[in-house]
């Protein structure tokens, strides 16, 4: 074999001894990507461990998976979600669930993510506790504040005294003023206060900034 043939296989042998060299002095060359999998995939389980936390009988116990799901924050957004929806979750796991999700959504300093704020319209609207009902229709008025009113009036009719308590309360604190709406008035009296609250909100609530 000529010098000339022999060159590419000198190279290509010098790379290979390079790049060993760098192997067994540095260890095994990882990408970004494979580097961050193994912290993704622990929390994932760890997650997984707490909210089955969440179902402790103890209160502490439970409190403190809460609180450290909170500091996990985002990535505890949607495992939260699956636990709240889930109709084999018990009204209490549902209860603490969403207080965990409510302190991760109050904490990010960006706008969190739009299912978020659908899951807090819909709990609003539609779950059968009361206090998670009142729980995510104030914590609109924390995450949407004056773009919240369209749930919040809705809210106002509202089965619970507390929610609409809470709920018009919200509504005085973001736009000073209550339009005669008393919690505990009769239906009918709640009903012409609603009204006045739908027509102002259309006619000029939600113009303003």
């Not at 997650?47 to 403190?64: F, H, N, T, V, Y």
Request: proline share 6%; net charge neutral; aromatic share 6%.
């Amino acid at each position: 074999m000529d010098k000339e043939s022999l060159m590419p296989v000198l190279c290509r042998d010098l790379y290979v001894g390079a790049f060993l060299a760098l192997v067994l002095l540095y260890g095994p060359v990882v990408s970004h990507a494979d580097q961050e999998r193994p912290m993704e995939t622990h929390t994932a389980t760890r997650i997984r461990q707490l909210l089955k936390e969440l179902e402790s009988p103890g209160d502490i116990e439970a409190q403190q998976a809460m609180d450290e799901l909170v500091k996990i924050g985002r990535p505890a957004i949607e495992p939260l979600l699956e636990k709240i929806f889930d109709p084999k979750s018990s009204a209490k796991i549902q209860w603490r669930a969403f207080l965990a999700l409510g302190e991760i959504a109050a904490r990010q300093p960006a706008p969190v993510e739009d299912s978020v704020e659908r899951a807090f319209i819909r709990m609003a609207r539609e779950h059968p506790n009361f206090e998670i009902r009142l729980l995510a229709a104030t914590g609109l008025a924390r995450l949407q504040g004056r773009h919240a009113a369209p749930i919040l009036i809705e809210a106002l009719s509202d089965p619970s005294e507390e929610v609409r308590r809470d709920v018009i309360h919200a509504l005085k604190k973001l736009f000073n003023r209550d339009f005669g709406f008393r919690a505990d008035a009769p239906e009918k009296d709640r009903q012409k206060a609603i009204m006045k609250w739908k027509n102002w909100w259309d006619a000029e609530g939600s113009k303003q900034k």
